[in-house]
């Protein structure tokens, strides 16, 4: 019977995993500026060293429409 058990919690914690996965939002956006000529990117992560957010969070890949804070 142990077995049947340790399947049993292992079902379990997968349904929880995927019930918590489907609940899950997208990554917001933001808006970073080039350190080096000032040009400017939009991304869910940071896109390295050269680079340092400049205004954000955003719904949207575009980085137009802003997202209001809760």
Same mark, same amino acid.
């Given at each position: 019977?142990? =077995? ?11 349904? *929880? ?7 899950? $939002? &997208? ?6 500026? =080039? ?11 940071? *896109? ?7 205004? $954000? &969070? ?13």
């Amino acid at each position: 019977m142990p =077995s049947n058990s340790i399947a049993t919690i292992g079902a379990a914690a997968t349904l *929880l995993a995927l019930c918590a996965a489907a609940l899950a $939002g &997208p990554a917001p956006w933001y808006q970073y500026r =080039s350190k080096i000529d000032g040009q400017y990117a939009c991304s869910q992560f940071p *896109l390295g060293p050269g680079w340092e957010r400049a205004m $954000g &969070p955003y719904k949207d890949s575009r980085c137009e429409k802003l997202l209001l804070a809760k």
